[in-house]
Nanobody, 115 residues
């Protein structure tokens, strides 16, 4: 059974930081490209960034320079370090695992920004 479990969400003030984690099980984690997506109320789910199995990263323009994705294949975990958070970063953040035509999603973790 495949599971992607996100954690680390919460309430943070604008300008603050959070680190999200996504722990995977039931897959050969190292061969999967991993991604983070987010969905704000009333909006479509959008890509935040991805990391390939080789460690190459790609980010949405809106988060470049503020967010960093990393992975630890020994722990089957991918991370999203979010710095200098803005009100518009508030959303449910989802973890995605992709290999060829196979896609798996986590249940999401809520990030709220409020002063």
């Amino acid at each position: 059974q495949v599971q992607l479990v996100e954690s680390g969400g919460g309430l943070v003030q604008p300008g603050g930081s959070l680190r999200l984690s996504c722990a995977a099980s039931g897959i050969t984690f190292s061969i999967y490209s991993m991604g983070w997506y987010r969905q704000a109320p009333g909006k479509q789910r959008e890509l935040v960034g991805t990391i390939t199995r080789g460690g190459n990263t790609n980010y949405a323009d809106s988060v470049k320079g503020r967010f960093t994705i990393s992975r630890d294949n020994a722990k089957n975990t991918v991370y999203l370090q979010m710095n200098n958070l803005k009100p518009e970063d508030a959303a449910v953040y989802y973890c995605n695992a992709q290999f060829l035509k196979t896609n798996y999603w986590g249940q999401g973790t809520q990030v709220t920004t409020s002063s």
